[in-house]
Every structure is written in structure tokens, then in C-alpha cells.
């Protein structure tokens, strides 16, 4: 072998280097930060390095550490890990994915869960997004909402992101060909029969794939909800916490086994309208702790922004103009629109189910249910990444401490995935995704806004 004279001192300086002591400089510091996550606490005075996308060290700043090749100063400022975004639909607006990854990390959100996309249109964005090298979250992905006989999202009068599970067989072969797709887990939507429920269900545990759902209204929220990891919006639970749920749960099995059935969507909005405030208002607090007592091994991802919409709207947040100047050009004529003629709309609006919303999760939570903050952006007007903000602070007003509102941006849906010795917390050995903020979380929860860094994959995102 020829080895020329370049080579051959390469070589011998790099042996030099690794005989001596001191290791060569790698990753960067954050030096001096107050560091906290939601399963170590608070740890203040550290040193956290990243080398590429891993923790190698979390430290006291006194102690006597390797040397590394980029310093940020973490001094007065609170490392928290990325926080993730459990309910996001990257493809339901056209006019948003292009600009949802970056979105989302200039507001420290360095993972998402998409809830419902068709796989053709939204395979291809979520390979852009894991091309290594890229700036974009971490996305895992469900696919389609697996619907029953009659599909809500059909592309009729909604978007088409649902698909039909008309009978068991349908069920177990959709869900095979999901996993053979390479989806992270299935989304159960609400017009399954209980028999095709059963079906996702087992066919998902077969696959070793995570389960998300709605409840669906064949069923009630105490039988469907062990049965899944996480539940979306709260939905139809208040049909299990009247006291005439027997009677209601009735009414709805002869309506969803009626012939005359114009379309999945009408077929839920009428069963909504017929049956939502109406078992509010026969609310049977008895009752309703059994249901939540069945839930404390599902995730609640309740989106309350989405829910409490009609009592504390988004149009009235004062980072509103913000989150507007952000708003694709293609999109924001229509949401200033929005914004304005709620502005002017003095009529009083029904809060009932905003209200409902708030004081079940306060309950859930209180009972141990584990909650889990996402967003349903773009749906709604929630701005990809801002409205995950929103989001944490609606979960502290209804109960969540600080620290418990960060622990459903990061441990919660880590647990989701059973992904815990990966992500969730600032640990060596953990992946490097986190938010180095100017203000303290836990003083006001409102100040996971106030971003200095986010690091994305051991990358640095400009924001
Ligand atoms: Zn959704």
C-alpha cells in the first residue's frame, strides 16, 4: 500500500492527539442554565453538551468537563426539553404544509404527531421532513381516520383524510397495510362499529402499533377508552356522564343503524346536535367520576384551545397580530377576515361546552388521568407552533401545575410512543432536541414564549 507524505501526517497528528489528555473539543455547551424537565425537576447551575443529535453531558457548571467546540450562554436563562405538539394535520390545508416544519420549531416545538392524513398525500411530506440533514420536527404519523361504514372526512362536504371500515375484514386489512405503509400508530374515528372498533384494535396490539381515538358514538367513552393510548378532544365523553346515558346510548344505536343516512358528516353532526348539550346538562357527577376513573391509563389530549374557542378565543390572545403576520399569504386575507368579524359579533355565543370542556379536564386531572397538549393546527385557525402555547396555558388554567403542563408537551407523548429513554427529559444519552428559554416556565407557564434557542436534532434552528 502507497501512502503519501499528506496522509502518513494526518495520520500520526491524529494518534498525537488521542494519546494526550485532553480530549479534542466536541458538541456545544449551554453553560450555566437552569435546567428543568418534568421527571428530574429543576437543576440549576448546569452544563448541558450536545454532540450531534445526543446529550453527552449534563453537569454542574463547577465541575471540570471536556472541552467543546461552541459555547452558548446559558446564565438567567431555563433549558427545557422540545416540546411536541400531539395532534397536528400536516396536509389538511395546502396552504400550510410547506410552512408547518418551519413553524413549528421557531416556536420550540421539535416533535409532532399528525392525527389524520391520507397516506399519498402525506408519505411524501414526512420523507422531506426525516431526509437527514433537514431542519424540521420529528413527525410521526397515523395516516387516514379509520371511519366506519359511513366516513365523516369523506371529501364530499369535508377534506378527504378518512377511510371506510365497513366490516371486520376491512378493518384487520387496513390496518396490516397501514403497518406495512410504515405508520407510527392508527387513528380510530368516530363512526366505527363496535365490532370494527374491536377489530382496529386488536389488529393494532398484533402490529405493535400505538392507538389514538375518538370515542366512537356506537360506543360509550368507559368502554372504548381503555382500550386505546391516547383520546381526542374529549369527544363524546360527555355522553357517558349523564345520567340518562343508557337512554341516549340508545337512541344513538337505532340513529347509526337507521337506512336513511345522507352522509357520515350530517350522520355525526345530527347526533352531536341531538345529544351533546342535552347530556351536559343531565350531568351525573357520580356517574361521570366511574367513566373518568376507567381513563387513568389513557392520554387525554383534550385541545382545549379548539374547545374553548367560543370563551376564550384566539383572536383575542394578545400575541394575536403575531401569530397573523405569520399566517401563509395565501391564508391570511381569510384569517384576518375571521378575526374582525368576531372582533365586531357582539351576540352572545353558547360557552356550554367550553365550560364542560374546562371542567372535565380540571376533574380528569385531578382523578390522575395523564394529559397530552396538542393543537389540531391548522384546524381552527391555531397557528402551527403558537397555538401549542395557547394550549399549555389553557391546561394551567384548569388545573395543570407549570411543571405539569411541560410534563404533557414532553413526557406524555415520549410515553405514547414508548419512546421515554429517548426523549421527554435533559439526560445524557437522550436525542437533542431543546428550547433554551429567557424567563422562567414555572413562575408563568406563558413563558415558554419567550424563546432564545431551540435545538432541533443537535441543530441550532434560526429563527
Ligand atoms: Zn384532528
Known sequence: MHINKGVLIAIVLALTAACTDEAPPRGTAITDVTVIDAINGVREHQTVVFDGDEIIVVASAESVLPPALHHIDGSGKFLIPGLWDMHVHLTYDDAFTES???????????????????????????????????????????????????VVYDG???????????????????????????????????????????????????????????IPLSM???????????????RNIELDCASNAPALFEERLSRLNADDVESGYALRSSLHSLQRIPAIMQYDEERCNRTIASLTGTIQVPTLRLLTFPLRSAYDHPDWNEA???????????????????????EPRDTTYAEWGLSLVGRMHEQGVPIGAGT???????????????????LVEVGLTPFEALESATVRPAEFF???????????????????????????????REIAVVVSKGRLVAR
Do not use: C
Request: glycine share 6%; no cysteine.
Open 324 to 346: 397573523l403576520a405569520q399566517v401563509p399569504e395565501l391564508k391570511r386575507d381569510e384569517w384576518e377576515v375571521a378575526t374582525a368579524q368576531w372582533q365586531e359579533n357582539s
Open 376 to 394: 389540531d393546527t391548522p384546524i381552527a385557525h391555531a397557528l402551527p407552533g403558537f397555538s401549542l402555547h395557547t394550549e399549555l396555558e389553557r
Open 100 to 150: 408547518m416544519p418551519a413553524m413549528f420549531l421557531a416556536y420550540g416545538i421539535t416533535s409532532v404527531r399528525d392525527t389524520g392524513g391520507l397516506l399519498y398525500k402525506l408519505q411524501p411530506v414526512v420523507e422531506k421532513m426525516r431526509v437527514p440533514g433537514v431542519v424540521a420536527p420529528r413527525v410521526y404519523y397515523s395516516g387516514p381516520l379509520l371511519d366506519g361504514n359511513f
Open 418 to 448: 414508548s419512546l421515554q429513554d429517548e426523549m421527554g427529559t435533559i439526560d445524557v444519552g437522550k436525542r437533542a432536541d431543546l428550547v433554551l428559554l429567557n424567563a422562567n416556565p414555572l413562575d408563568n407557564i406563558s413563558n415558554t
Open 156 to 214: 364530499k362536504s369535508r377534506p378527504e383524510i378518512g377511510t371506510q371500515n365497513a366490516t371486520v375484514e376491512m378493518a384487520t386489512e387496513n390496518v396490516a397495510a397501514l403497518k406495512a405503509a410504515g405508520v407510527d400508530f392508527i387513528k380510530i374515528y368516530e363512526m366505527v362499529s363496535q365490532d370494527v372498533f374491536a377489530a382496529l384494535v386488536s389488529a393494532a396490539q398484533a402490529h405493535g402499533l400505538p392507538i389514538a381515538a375518538h
Open 220 to 234: 360509550i367513552a368507559s368502554q372504548a377508552g381503555p382500550n386505546v393510548d391516547s383520546m381526542e378532544h374529549l
